[in-house]
């Protein structure tokens, strides 16, 4: 069956600007990850879904970023008036349920110029 | 709070040699979950096993084995006989059970290059 995808693949901004970066998650899935990914780093979670609320925001680092999921399936996540050091690979990744095994999409890469 | 160690920047072998891929990890929670994720040079996270850390048997899968020691806060990976289409970088990582910790905190990786 189809994995996690991830539009786009590349984005490249220019300070200051406002980004979306959609995941759509394996079918059927009910919870929804974000982490952000950078260079030489491994990936640290930014925010979780369960259904279309969000479960724990706690790692979005500041409240430039901001995600929805308001049908319980697509999520997107939203950044504000970007700054270079939100270049990064932003990773969505879902599971059937909470607790279970988390499937990873192949990312947006965000280059904030 | 939560924290993995994988000491081992980089790794380079030669085609067929064993490796064997270091993880320690730090958690107040007694209930647990212990992951490995492959990233190839394509970049894709790739799911390779996941441990309860009730379950303390050693796993093999083919040419991969894990090694979990609760004792020691271990959960190395070793992969015989190596092959050039392992060369990736490889995570390490953990979650909890409880509300608020179903998210991965992941080690900053192992880079492995398989030389032929």
């Known amino acids: 069956g189809a994995g996690v995808s991830q539009t786009p693949s590349n984005k490249v901004t220019e300070k200051g600007k406002y980004v979306e970066l959609r995941c759509d998650p394996i079918s059927g899935h009910t919870a929804l990850y974000w982490y952000r990914q950078s260079l030489g780093q491994g990936p640290e979670f930014l925010i979780y879904f369960q259904g279309t609320g969000a479960a724990d925001d706690s790692g979005l680092p500041n409240d430039r970023f901001f995600a929805v999921r308001p049908e319980g399936s697509v999520s997107t996540l939203k950044i504000q008036r970007t700054e270079r050091g939100d270049s990064a690979v932003y990773l969505c990744?879902?599971?059937?349920?909470?607790?279970?095994?988390?499937?990873f999409g192949p990312g947006t890469r965000l280059l904030v110029l | 709070a939560q924290k993995v160690t994988q000491a081992q920047t980089e790794i380079s072998v030669v085609e067929k040699e064993d490796v064997t891929l270091d993880c320690v990890y730090e958690t107040r929670d007694t209930t647990y979950y212990l992951f490995w994720y492959k990233q190839p040079p394509s970049g894709e996270l790739v799911f390779l096993i996941r441990r309860n850390s009730f379950d303390e048997q050693n796993e093999i899968s083919g040419r991969y084995s894990w090694n979990f020691q609760k004792s020691t806060s271990s959960f190395n990976f070793t992969i015989t006989a190596s092959q050039v289409v392992d060369s990736a970088v490889y995570f390490c990582a953990l979650s909890g059970v409880g509300a608020g910790s179903y998210q991965l905190t992941f080690g900053k990786g192992t880079k492995l290059s398989v030389i032929p």
């Open positions: 990744a879902s599971s059937l349920k909470i607790k279970e095994t988390q499937y």
